[in-house]
């Protein structure tokens, strides 16, 4: 089997070796784990970094197989137990985001070495959720955009293309374009930095 990248595309894969699967089948039931990984793959889709995002109840039944009282019973488990919040929840749409900093039972450096076996090598890259990204450094941060849009690893000319791109660009017009490339499925780092240049060009003087 080919090395996976451990933040996957659609589902950070550390996740899954938080331990919080077994923690909440035994808190919550079997459903818990099925409807938390669903949301957190909805929330993959569509935010670049963990934001509110909708969905509706009955997608939910299609997608986990489950009845609308089991989902909306682990919905209001898993807000109390502040995994996620939830909005709207009158309405047939609602919003939700995943709680950060996310608690988990395994602490980072069990999350690591868990992830460094033989088909996913644990690196330097940031868990999405488990962190709270106030505390970073501008290059930590932009580092933490390249991550969630193309995944954990990158060469040492990226890197400083990446540090280029925090010391060059104003944070505020940084997010979004990289945003602007998550919604738009771009696929290399020249899309960001071409886009970041005519900002700048087009900016009044």
Known sequence: MSERDPLWVSFPRWLEESGLPEFLVSQLGMESWLIFRKLVELDCDFNLTPQWFPFQVNDLTRWTGLAVSP???????????????????????????????????????????????KEVHGGAFILRYYQNQEGLSNVERIVYLYQMLFGARFSPRIAEDLEEIANSYNMGVIYDIFNEAHLKKAKSLAWIKSHLKKVVETEPD
């Open 71 to 117: 989902i909306e019973r682990t919905l209001t488990d898993l807000e109390k137990g502040e995994w996620i919040e939830r909005a709207n929840t009158d309405q047939d749409v609602q919003t939700c985001r995943i709680c950060t900093p996310l608690e988990v039972p395994l602490n980072e450096a069990a999350i690591r070495e868990n992830l460094s076996g």
